[in-house]
T-cell receptor, first 118, second 114 residues
């Protein structure tokens, strides 16, 4: 398995532009998570899905952020309009539920998208 | 408030030496605690996962301990190697193991020098 795949790896955009980050979870995983990591705040959960349905989006900072999961193999995180304070590394992670399965395998993170808004 | 505190914030050791990283948490209810290693420019990778009933778990040269009574965990690295240079993040699951939220520590940055 190729693991959790994120694209692009790096994104530089101007303030006010729309940014779309993409994630392909591990096949068969039914939970998908979007995280943001900054030096100041560390890793923060933004939103997570179970079976393609958003379960908890309380971590989404503002209405400028939106996430979708149209099918089990793809999710997007969109920022519109982007601002310099959105600059961070955005991680996608997936996990497999099932009691011990989730405990044993834990979460698998992608390599992240480094976003810079200038 | 559910929090995970790690110490030290950063650490420099010589190759071949041992070191211990600390994690204190105030998360309740708690189902499990994980240690992750994050190399620069990469996503976190799981090293160990322990439930509240486990005291210790090893993964090669990494040994994690857990004291659920005092809500403390440690990660011991034996015979450090240059490749151990990374950030080590302590993560506690708040709630059930399947659906609970992960509470992340700020991490300890370890640098191993030759």
């Amino acid at each position: 398995d190729a693991g959790v795949i994120q694209s692009p790896r790096h994104e530089v955009t101007e303030m006010g532009q729309e940014v779309t980050l993409r994630c392909k979870p591990i096949s068969g995983h039914d939970y998908l998570f979007w995280y943001r990591q900054t030096m100041m705040r560390g890793l923060e959960l933004l939103i997570y899905f179970n079976n393609n349905v958003p379960i908890d989006d309380s971590g989404m900072p503002e209405d400028r952020f939106s996430a979708k999961m149209p099918n089990a193999s793809f999710s997007t995180l969109k920022i519109q309009p982007s601002e310099p304070r959105d600059s961070a590394v955005y991680f996608c992670a997936s996990s497999l539920t099932g009691g011990l399965s989730a405990l044993n395998y834990g979460y698998t993170f992608g390599s992240g998208t480094r976003l810079t808004v200038v | 408030k559910n929090q995970v505190e790690q110490s030290p914030q950063s650490l420099i050791i010589l190759e071949g030496k041992n070191c211990t990283l600390q994690c204190n948490y105030t998360v309740s209810p708690f189902s499990n605690l994980r240690w992750y290693k994050q190399d620069t420019g990469r996503g976190p990778v799981s090293l160990t996962i322990m439930t509240f009933s486990e005291n210790t778990k090893s993964n090669g040269r990494y040994t994690a301990t857990l004291d659920a009574d005092t809500k403390q965990s440690s990660l011991h690295i034996t015979a450090s190697q240059l490749s151990d240079s990374a950030s080590y993040i302590c993560v506690v699951t708040h709630g059930s193991s399947n659906t609970g939220k992960l509470i992340f520590g700020q991490g300890t940055t370890l640098q191993v020098k030759p």
